[in-house]
């Protein structure tokens, strides 16, 4: 049955599903963070997005987890942790369109549709298997990739010898397929890196891999083997497509396909590359489904140069960045000063000078000073419209060069580059009044007076164009800039791309007066700031 936005392909984006062994980190909320300023963008440039994030929520590892949560029922574990990441994504927010969790019985009945589909194809067989497996990978390794005491190089720990009777997927079988497709399609996956490691790896020939457990219970179990269940990759990636389902909707491949499937991105870190560039397209391609058109692996994050992570035990709170930093100050750093695709360290010091030169000056500070000249010289009111205001002016070159330069690169995913020159925007605003120093032509009054309320009116103009252009990374700075500039929140909700067009501002329009929109960040170090 045909949907009436059938004619709009949609852009569908997602994160990956997130075990919900603990809590989210600040990993977690690092992938989450850049799809969501995909997401917000391909929006403004007019697209229908469906951002899908959700929660992994079966396998070994959940089910320890729960029992060493203690007492509660592996449903229960699912559902306060599946909630922590809910609460977290609002905190930062994350304007997803589909959370999915993978204990949904909508998702189960999909996962069991296509595990029949692909039964019938003839690539699942039954096979005995002996090797060492990392329960926090939920992986079977070969001896030749791990470390000293056959330790996971992942997680640092040791993996365990399990014998089972399981099913297997006939990975094999798709090698050349696959080898042809990461050929054919060099953006398939990005960036180039993790695309020669993915064919580096497969030059070491693909083998098939058990998509059942006897030995885990908690799971979804294998249609007509009910002693069995599905390993808890061959099920969760599955999520991507179960997500695609309307609420009360009768749950099948077939419809949630039409809904919007094949996935235009997945954003994954580089830790479960094979799984979305070599596993999941065979299985689409058995049960003769498409394929997602780009698998993005981004870097790995560290904390003052140690690498972090839930089963290391080393992680960054991202609850508590938030509380004391607020959204937009995490969502910044972490896009700006990581480059998108590479690995980035976090440490407490150069987040704050981060955001504070950013944020607080070039752009808060502008704003500002821009807003109290106006107030005190014009009644906060414009003198003329932007665009008559701004003819041959060099400036307004410079901010459309730099808006234009950052659309290519939010296109691209060149997510830093693209806050990069956003930032240059405010970079150019400052040398420019610096230049015109209108705080001394008002005091000559007369032309220089005149002259002195045009230049406001194009910085204020540059900083409209900062709002809509950084909205994907700082929705509320972005909110709270366009405010100032006398707009309310409905008319920030509707902007697109098309308003980073020079011209928005017009004569007449009220300002609010100044009031700072980023708060410099104040560190006390010790000895100062508390009592004696
Ligand atoms: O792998 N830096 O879930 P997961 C940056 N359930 N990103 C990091 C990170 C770090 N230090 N640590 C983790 C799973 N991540 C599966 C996915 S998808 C169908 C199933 C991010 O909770 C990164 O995106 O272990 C990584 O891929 C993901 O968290 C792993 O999340």
Redesign the pocket.
């Known amino acids: 049955s045909l949907r009436k936005d059938d004619q709009v392909e949609p852009y569908v984006l997602?994160?990956?599903?997130?075990?919900?062994?603990?809590p989210?980190?600040?990993?977690?909320a690092?992938?989450?963070i850049a799809a969501d300023s995909i997401a917000r963008f391909q929006r403004l440039i007019g697209k229908k997005v469906i951002f899908i994030t959700g929660?992994?929520e079966h396998g070994e590892k959940i089910a320890t987890a729960a029992a060493a949560a203690g007492g509660s029922s592996p449903n229960d574990h699912c559902d306060t942790i599946s909630r922590s990441y809910r609460a977290l994504w609002k905190d930062l927010d994350i304007s997803y369109d589909k959370f999915i969790r993978?204990t949904d019985p909508k998702h189960e009945a999909i996962v069991e549709e296509f595990y029949s589909k692909v039964l019938a194809t003839g690539d699942i067989y039954r096979a005995d298997y002996e090797g060492l497996y990392c329960v926090?990978?939920?992986e079977y390794k070969d001896e030749k990739e791990l470390l000293e005491n056959n330790c996971c190089p992942m997680h640092l720990k040791p993996c365990v010898s399990r014998k089972e009777d399981n099913y297997f997927f006939a990975l094999s079988k798709y090698q050349k397929r696959l080898e042809e497709i990461l050929e054919q399609n060099p953006d398939f996956v990005q960036p180039v890196n993790r695309l020669n490691e993915v064919q580096n790896w497969m030059k070491s020939g693909l083998r098939d891999f058990s998509i059942s457990r006897a030995s885990v219970d908690w799971g979804i179990r294998v249609p007509n083997d009910p002693k069995q269940t599905i390993y808890?990759?061959f099920d969760?990636?599955?999520?991507?497509i179960s997500a695609l389902l309307q609420d009360q909707e009768q749950p099948s491949l077939q419809t949630a396909i039409s809904s919007g499937w094949p996935a235009s991105l997945?954003?994954?870190?580089?830790?479960?590359?094979r799984?979305?560039a070599v596993y999941?397209p065979a299985m689409l391609m058995s049960a003769g489904l498409s394929l997602p058109k780009t698998v993005f692996?981004?870097?790995?994050?560290?904390k003052d140069g140690m690498?972090?992570?839930?089963?290391l035990g080393n992680?960054l709170e991202p609850n508590e960045l938030v509380q004391r930093f607020g959204p937009d100050a995490v969502r910044y750093f972490f896009l700006k000063e990581v480059e998108f695709g590479n690995?980035?360290d976090y440490s407490e010091e150069r987040f704050i000078n981060i955001v504070n030169a950013h944020l607080a000056n070039t752009i808060g500070n502008l704003l500002n000073r821009t807003l109290g000249l106006l107030k005190k010289n014009c009644h906060s009111t414009l003198v003329a419209d932007s665009s008559v205001a701004a003819e041959g002016n060099e400036f307004k070159d410079t901010v459309e060069k730099l808006v234009e330069k950052s659309k290519v690169q939010y296109e691209s995913l060149l997510l830093s580059s693209a806050c990069e020159s956003v930032l240059e925007i405010g970079t150019a605003g400052n040398l420019y009044i610096d230049g015109c120093a209108p705080w001394s032509l008002f005091k000559q009054g007369g032309a220089s007076f005149d002259s002195a309320a045009k230049d406001l009116v194009l910085i204020l103009e540059a900083m409209r164009i900062i709002a809509v252009a950084l909205s994907p990374v700082t929705p509320k700075l972005c909110l709270s800039i366009y405010r100032q500039l006398g707009y309310t929140e409905e008319q920030f909700n509707a902007v697109t791309w098309s308003d980073t067009k020079w011209g928005g501002l017009k004569a007449g329009q009220v300002m609010a007066p100044p009031n700072p929109i980023f708060a410099r960040i104040e560190v006390i170090t010790e000895g100062e700031g508390g009592p004696p």
């Not at 690498?307 to 089963?311: L, R």
């Open positions: 997602t994160t990956p599903l997130y075990y919900v062994n603990a989210p980190h600040m990993g977690s690092y992938s989450t929660t992994d993978t926090s990978c939920e808890v990759w969760a990636l599955l999520g991507y997945h954003l994954i870190g580089k830790d479960i590359l799984f979305h999941w692996g981004h870097g790995f994050l560290t690498k972090m992570g839930k089963s992680t690995d980035g």
